[in-house]
């Protein structure tokens, strides 16, 4: 299976950390870290409904790549809390805007911030087992902040507004998809908090179960870390991917972060922000292993293991 290429709307409009601290929604210290990070501002869309960001995105991935929409059988919408209204069909809305009548439209979700990447799994394993070689899957996924604490990520980071789409086939041109392992573990899920607002997660699970799920998709693989050119993360604390580094023994820099600093976090979007922002720099070259490595909130994680191809992704961005 092979992501075929992808596209993402990051809207003009940003949300600086000045007017973030002038609205009161962190402290000056929480502010400073913000600064410390590179985190100057997010791209924020306050004008768009989240169904007309996932229709603009779906309208630029179908038209830049030129995708058929008979040929696509799957979409896949990863769904975090306010990701898209329960009140409309947006499926329904999908199928009739696009002509994608011949695909199944389902979302993904309970996996928080994991959800897009269980997606591309979710959609590569449906077509393997019951499409034909030619079909496709699109994975479509939405951030619309409603609230302004839904932005609120203290000193790490703040919640931008955005869209991204990608899609995979087994008869396209792409990055191959040569392994995946997803984590879930009882001891990091935050039960405390729904009984009496404590927010005590014993975070060192969360490294160990990283480091595990690495090594089982690399073994998977049959790569070693070494092979591993860059490690594209979702965009939450720095901090995390600075500890991880150290008790994996790599280097730092292995880790892609600047995500963080261009995009803010974006929940199920800032991973397809990342690669696709990653494919356009040219900051992978044919042939490279990579890794796709996504930690939810709660500790649920989700890892894949891919090889850049010979023909390197069309992307398109859209500002």
């Known amino acids: 299976m092979r992501i075929g290429g992808a596209s993402v709307y990051s809207p003009p409009d940003r949300l600086t950390a000045e007017a973030w601290l002038a609205q009161g929604e962190v402290t000056q210290a929480e502010y400073e870290q913000l600064k410390q990070t590179g985190v100057t501002g997010v791209a924020v869309d306050d004008v768009s409904p989240a169904p007309v960001m996932m229709e ?50 389902v979302s993904v979700r309970d996996l928080l911030c994991s959800n897009v990447l269980m997606a591309l799994y979710v ?23 409603l609230l302004p604490d839904q932005r609120y990520g203290g000193g790490h980071f703040i919640t931008g507004d955005g869209a991204a789409a990608a899609y995979i086939g087994s008869s396209v041109l792409g990055d191959r998809l040569l392994a995946f392992r997803s984590s879930a573990d009882l001891r990091t899920l935050q039960q405390g908090k729904s009984r009496d607002g404590r927010d005590e997660v014993p975070d060192y699970f969360y490294y160990v179960n990283l480091v595990k799920t ?20 979702n965009n939450v604390a720095a901090d995390t991917w600075t500890m991880l580094s150290k008790l994996m023994k790599v ?69």
């Open 56 to 105: 603009r995105v779906m309208e630029q991935l179908l038209d830049e790549h030129r995708l058929p929409p008979d040929r696509i059988k799957l979409v896949l919408l990863p769904y975090l809390y306010y990701s898209f209204p329960w009140t409309q069909n947006v499926f329904t809305k999908l199928r009739e805007r696009f002509g994608l009548h011949a695909a199944l439209c």
């Open 251 to 319: 280097d730092r820099s292995l880790f892609y972060t600047e995500g963080l600093a261009i995009f803010g976090h974006i929940n199920n979007c800032d991973l397809l922000h990342n690669w696709e922002h990653i494919s356009r720099s040219g900051l992978l070259a044919p042939g490279d292993y990579y890794m796709l490595l996504t930690l939810g909130s709660g500790g649920v994680i989700c890892c894949a293991v891919c090889q850049r191809d010979s023909a390197v992704p069309v992307t398109t961005s859209r500002i």
């Open 214 to 233: 690495i090594r089982q998709a690399l073994s998977d693989a049959r790569v070693r870390i070494s092979d591993i050119r860059l490690i594209i993360p």
């Open 123 to 145: 959609g590569s394993k449906l077509l393997e087992r019951f499409a034909d070689n030619d079909d496709l899957a699109v994975v479509l996924s939405v951030e619309k902040c």
